[in-house]
């Protein structure tokens, strides 16, 4: 059992937090802490033009919405909203945190994936801690 798990949370129509969330519950251990993390990418400045006024704003407070109600679920949960690249943020804020384990979701990999690599496969390669990919 772990006592300190990670769960990135993408909210997109790819991904689908409820078994990351489902695992982490399982892997718990009494009294764990289990901290969902949001990394919200920059948009590319080209398209911030084209975002109605205050869209930034309106979404981080939904997602945070969402974020807290998820967290409440556990005995000991938390939720942060991070800006950066995924990968990289995630394994900044595991190990920020002392994160044990990582509980993240992936999707079947594309051929620009195989090129680029996704983020779940960043975090597991890079990691200081044990990494669970639910697909």
């Not at 409820?18 to 901290?35: E, H, I, P, Q, Y």
């Not at 109605?52 to 556990?74: I, N, Q, S, V």
Request: net charge negative.
């Amino acid at each position: 059992m772990y006592s300190n798990i990670l769960v990135p949370v993408a909210f997109d129509e790819d991904h689908n937090p409820d078994a990351a969330l489902n695992v982490a519950r399982a892997l718990a251990g009494d009294g764990a802490r289990v901290t969902l993390l949001h990394v919200m990418e920059d948009v590319p400045a080209y398209a911030i033009n084209y975002m109605p006024e205050g869209y930034a704003e309106e979404l981080r407070k939904t997602l945070e919405r969402d974020l807290a109600t998820r967290a409440a679920e556990f005995d000991n949960g938390d939720w942060a909203i991070v800006e950066g690249q995924p990968g990289h943020e995630i394994l900044s804020y595991a190990e920020h945190i002392g994160a044990d384990c990582i509980v993240i979701a992936s999707h079947r990999p594309g051929f620009g994936d195989y090129l680029i690599g996704s983020t779940a496969s960043r975090v597991v390669r890079h990691a200081k801690c044990a990494v669970m990919v639910m697909r």
